[in-house]
């Protein structure tokens, strides 16, 4: 059975940085691309970030660029977002997802996600 897990989720001040966490396991993970998404209230899931399955391409929302970063290490099965000059805006629920699908312009749609995990707060205040 897949099971992604996230945490590092909660509140945090405008301008100030989080880290979330999603641990996998059930799968083989190596062979999975890993992302990132998050959903508003009264919005549709979007894209945050996505990581490829060595970890040596990284690919972002132009919302986030330069702010957060992500991460993984395929010898402990996580993968990591590091959210830095965290806005208002980025308030929402944080997903980690799983993919095995090997066209990179497939990773922006949640669509091409086989695996999702239950979700984590973000709330930033101003």
């Known amino acids: 059975q897949v099971q992604l897990v996230e945490s590092g989720g909660g509140l945090v001040q405008a301008g100030g940085s989080r880290r979330l966490s999603c641990a996998a396991s059930g799968l083989t993970f190596s062979s999975y691309a890993m992302g990132w998404f998050r959903q508003a209230p009264g919005k549709e899931r979007e894209f945050v970030a996505a990581i490829s399955r060595g970890g040596i391409s990284t690919y972002y929302a132009d919302s986030v660029k330069g702010r957060f970063t992500i991460s993984r290490d395929n010898a402990k099965n996580t993968v990591d977002l590091q959210m830095n000059s965290l806005k208002p805006e980025d308030t929402a629920v944080y997903y980690c997802?799983?993919?095995?699908?090997?066209?990179?312009?497939?990773?922006?749609?949640?669509?091409?996600?086989?695996?999702w995990g239950q979700g984590t707060q973000v709330t930033v205040s101003s």
């Open positions: 997802a799983a993919t095995d699908r090997r066209v990179v312009t497939t990773w922006r749609q949640p669509s091409a996600y086989n695996y």
